[in-house]
C-alpha cells in the first residue's frame, strides 16, 4: 500500500490534536473525515484505523524510540514511522 503526505499529515495533526488540546479521538476523526470529504473508503480507514493504533499504543511507541513525548511536528512523525516499522 502508498502512504500519501497528505494522509500522515493529518494523522500528525490528529494525534497533536487529540493528546495537546485534548479533544476526544472520535471527533477528531469524524471532523477530519468531514474536512476530507474526496477520500476514498481505503484512504478513509487506513486515516481512522492508524489514528486509534497509535493513541491506543502510544506510551509503547514513544517506548520503542526512546525519547521523551513531544507534541512537535517531528517528533510525532517519527512516531509514525515506528509505528509503520512496527506493523
Known amino acids: 500500500m502508498k ?3 497528505h494522509l500522515v499529515h493529518e494523522i500528525v495533526v ?6 495537546k488540546d485534548l479533544y476526544y479521538a472520535d471527533k477528531v476523526i469524524e ?6 470529504p474526496k ?3 481505503r484512504d478513509r480507514r487506513f ?9 491506543r499504543n502510544w506510551r ?3 517506548f520503542c524510540l526512546g525519547r521523551e513525548i513531544s507534541f512537535q ?3 510525532l512523525m517519527e512516531l ?3 509505528h509503520w516499522f512496527l506493523q
Open 73 to 75: 511536528e517531528k517528533p
Open 14 to 19: 490528529s494525534l497533536s490534536s487529540i493528546f
Open 47 to 55: 486515516f481512522a484505523e492508524t489514528v486509534y493504533e497509535i493513541v
Open 39 to 41: 477520500w476514498g473508503s
Open 60 to 62: 509503547l511507541l514513544w
Open 3 to 5: 502512504i500519501h503526505r
Open 80 to 82: 509514525f514511522r515506528a
Open 31 to 36: 471532523r477530519a473525515l468531514k474536512n476530507h
